[in-house]
């Protein structure tokens, strides 16, 4: 079977919605562009705008689960966010200058007890990822099967919040990939690590409640990990459709 992209996604705002693609450019040493490019910071956290700050300083899926349901549009030029769920009505506005509507809109969607989301924060040039360096997170879904016939249910692949998702593989292979460079479409990537899994992935994409054991699941492996996360070497487009090539 062929190794080949069949998926694309981007979520310009870490945790509050995914957004599909069908082709992006990449750049050398950044992250798919406009992927996290803001983040929501809670009333506990000091997060600001001059440096990359850890998860821990934002609202996330992992305690607020119903922030999984939500879609994301992202209209590049006006910088502007369409954000939908199911239990809220559709918000169009700017992440850069109209934080409070937003603020607003997501507050019924946090559960008691929780810190609650504060202000929006975006360091230029670089997207607030999981790992401390621009990254690209590489999934498989051959695992992700494997994920899906051990749980004994369906699942979403939005669970995993991947960046770009890749078919053809044998289970786990990607794994494999630590230290090694890929291409894939015109670009080329480097794997850092893997990504070790959170409560985020035990969320329902569609109704934003907790619904499957993936991390007991991922623990029947001997780990929690799920994916790769990879830099960009040498800038391109990549589309759906597009070969993978271990170098």
Sequence with gaps: MTVQVTGL?????????????????FRSGECL???????????????GIEEWSPCAAFTRVA??????????DLDETRGA????HPDRPDLTFQPDSEAQAFLDW??????DGRAMPARIVRVPGRGMTDASFPSVTLCSMASHRQVEARIGQK?????????????????WA????????????????RVVERTERCLATTANPETGERDADTLGTLDSWG?????????VTHGGAVATGDAVEVL
């Design 155 to 171: 699942l979403s692949i939005h669970r995993w919040r991947g960046n770009v998702w890749i078919d053809g593989l044998e289970p």
């Design 33 to 47: 562009p406009w992927d996290r490019a803001w983040a929501v910071a809670h009333e506990q956290s000091r997060a």
């Design 63 to 72: 305690g607020a689960p119903k922030l999984a349901a939500i879609t994301a």
């Design 106 to 111: 997501v507050t019924p969607l946090m559960p």
């Design 9 to 25: 996604w981007r979520f310009p705002i870490k945790s509050h919605g995914r957004e599909a693609l069908e082709q992006v450019t």
């Design 174 to 189: 990607e794994f494999d990939w630590i230290g090694k460079d890929l291409r894939i479409g015109e670009a080329t990537f």
């Design 81 to 84: 966010v369409t954000l939908r």
């Design 223 to 231: 780990h929690r990990d799920f994916s790769v996360q990879a830099e």
